[in-house]
């Protein structure tokens, strides 16, 4: 280590495991899957509030983001359950499970978490059960609480060789304490235990309670792919009893003390798989207060996104609806203009071939004549006007029938050819007519 302190601004991330009378601490490094340590603490003499260390003056600035609890403390039992998928699982379906093999009092006296991975005939795992006290202590020190991940240690230290035997067979791990044995199937774990070494238990003694162990969760020895790290002796005894060696060797003397291969393992966690922080008890993310901010600003962002998008669509609907009605008076005057005319391909383009390509200069010189006219004679109401084949027609209100006649009169002087009236009758004050010409 280097004179780095826990509460060091380079620490990257801080993790803790707890053996069940020692706690140790380690801070790392930045970068992705650095497992570079800048610090570690060892303590062995913190006050205990239901078996959970309290993290006195000097560490509460270096409160970790995780915490890998000893695997020996924890209740543990093997589930095989008839369903399609793992995430059908949720805890009553397990409380249920343990009830029958443990009795519902020793069940509710833990917090579940589990790993399964989908077999032949439905899935099958682990579940690994925590004593309530001991969660209700860590929910109820802040600085615990912000852990994102509490794991087995078991469950850090034996996962990651599980690619060496493809899923299936034994993971022995070894420390200067003693060993992490476990057996998997498909990717799912059948057991795990821990095996201490003690006065009059030595390592080769570790390695018959292992074969026992692994005999009762249905993975003899013999024939098995076994994977992992180990010193030389254990690998000679495993192979003797028929094991497949696959993992690695390491010298005695470079062999780790527990809490350091378990802080290693921490710092290589990304997804934990088996993580007690789950469901009503997720963990305290690190970037929480940032993410919530940004979820602010980001649902603002998309509020005010919807309003826009609302308000253009609303804009466009009023657009259209003008057009319809635009287009629907463009029509109305083309059969009124053209009532010849049946089909409406180019409104405008018809109206200008038939302004101009009629017998004596087309509609606007007849429009002309008629403007003319009606200069003349204020007191008539023109109600509709259509050129045609058959010429031009308009149709309205006068006072009298002299004044039908002086229009007649006036149309005729000024267009120079024969204007006649089809229609003229009484009306409720005046003349309704109707005059044409050619």
């Not at 990257?12 to 380690?26: E, H, K, N, P, V």
């Not at 009830?99 to 899935?123: K, P, Y």
């Not at 238990?201 to 005999?215: E, G, H, N, V, W």
């Not at 039908?404 to 009169?409: F, G, I, N, P, W």
């Amino acid at each position: 280590m280097d004179g780095t302190t826990l509460n060091d601004d380079n620490i990257a991330r801080r993790f803790a495991c707890w053996d069940g009378s020692r706690l140790a601490l380690a801070g790392f490094a930045a970068g992705r899957g650095s497992v570079t340590p800048l610090a570690q603490l060892l303590r062995s003499d913190l006050p205990l509030n239901d078996g959970v260390p309290e993290l006195d003056a000097p560490l509460r600035s270096a409160a970790p983001d995780g915490l890998l609890w000893p695997l020996e403390l924890l209740l543990q039992r093997p589930f095989a359950l008839p369903l399609q998928q793992p995430r059908l699982i949720d805890s009553a379906i397990m409380r249920e499970e343990l009830s029958e093999q443990l009795g519902d009092e020793l069940c509710d006296d833990h917090w579940l978490a589990w790993h399964a991975v989908r077999g032949e005939q439905g899935v099958h795992g682990v579940v690994v059960g925590l004593p309530e006290p001991v969660r209700r202590q860590l929910t109820n020190d802040p600085l615990w609480q912000r852990c994102e991940f509490v794991v087995p240690d078991g469950w850090a230290r034996l996962c990651p060789h599980l690619p060496h035997i493809g899923g299936n067979g034994l993971i022995f791990e070894q420390d200067r304490g003693g060993l992490f044995v476990g057996a998997f199937a498909q990717g799912g774990a059948l057991g795990m235990r821990r095996l201490n070494l003690v006065a009059g238990r030595d390592l080769a003694t570790l390695i018959d309670d292992a074969q026992r162990s692994l005999a009762a969760m249905g993975q003899p020895l013999p024939g098995a792919a076994c994977a992992g790290r180990l010193t030389a002796d254990p690998i000679a005894q495993l192979v003797q009893s028929g094991a497949l060696w696959q993992g690695e060797t390491i010298e005695a003397e470079l062999l780790p003390e527990r809490h350091q291969a378990n802080l290693a393992a921490a710092a290589r966690l990304e997804q934990p798989g088996l993580n007690f922080r789950h469901g009503a008890w997720r963990g305290a993310e690190r970037n929480a207060p940032l993410r919530r901010r940004w979820r602010r600003t980001a649902s603002l962002a998309a509020m005010l996104s919807l309003l826009f998008a609302v308000g253009v669509f609303w804009q466009q609907q009023r657009l259209q609806v003008g057009i319809d009605a635009g287009q629907q008076r463009i029509e109305v005057a083309f059969h009124r203009g053209l009532p010849g005319e049946t089909v409406m391909l180019d409104p405008l383009a018809q109206l200008r071939a038939a302004a101009g390509g009629r017998q004596g200069g087309g509609l606007l010189p007849e429009l002309s004549t008629l403007a003319k006219a009606m200069s003349t004679h204020p007191g008539i109401r023109l109600d509709e006007v259509a050129f045609g084949a058959d010429g031009m027609r308009i149709s309205g209100h006068a006072d009298d029938f002299a004044a039908v006649e002086a229009l007649r009169t006036a149309l005729a002087q000024a267009s120079g050819r024969t204007v006649a009236i089809d229609d003229s009758e009484s009306d409720e004050g005046g003349v309704r007519f109707r005059i044409h010409w050619l």
